[in-house]
Nanobody, 128 residues
Framework: QVKLVESGGGLVQAGGSLRLSCAAS????????MGWFRQAPGKERELVAA????????YQSDPVKGRFTISRDNAKNTVYLQMNSLRPEDTAVYSC?????????????????????WGQGTQVTGSS
């Protein structure tokens, strides 16, 4: 089991930027597809972005496409979410999660139920 710890959240004005980091320990991150999820009050948790274990394939949800970028550095056991042009509706708790790769497909990369290892989350607040 991999342990995940997020950092980098905070309060930012609309149009600003933040970079979230997710540091892994206990297992090599290269064994995992990684995802960033967010959950706003009263809403279901949603997958925002995902990246394959090699970094060769990635996904961004429609609400963040063109504004958020997921990346990873397996040598540093860290995954990042660069968030630009933040909006008030991006306000949520952001969590990173890992999916151990037994087999791979793009469908599995974006299947929320496949992510079993979770960090504690970090609050991101976009102010208007």
């Amino acid at each position: 089991q991999v342990k995940l710890v997020e950092s980098g959240g905070g309060l930012v004005q609309a149009g600003g930027s933040l970079r979230l980091s997710c540091a892994a320990s206990g297992q090599p991150l290269s064994m995992y597809d990684m995802g960033w999820f967010r959950q706003a009050p009263g809403k279901e948790r949603e997958l925002v972005a995902a990246i394959s274990r090699s970094g060769g394939d990635s996904y961004q949800s429609d609400p963040v496409k063109g504004r958020f970028t997921i990346s990873r550095d397996n040598a540093k056991n860290t995954v990042y979410l660069q968030m630009n042009s933040l909006r008030p509706e991006d306000t949520a708790v952001y969590s990173c999660a890992g999916r151990f790769v037994f087999e791979w497909s793009r469908a599995l990369l974006t299947a929320k139920d496949g992510y079993r290892d979770w960090g504690q989350g970090t609050q991101v607040t976009g102010s208007s």
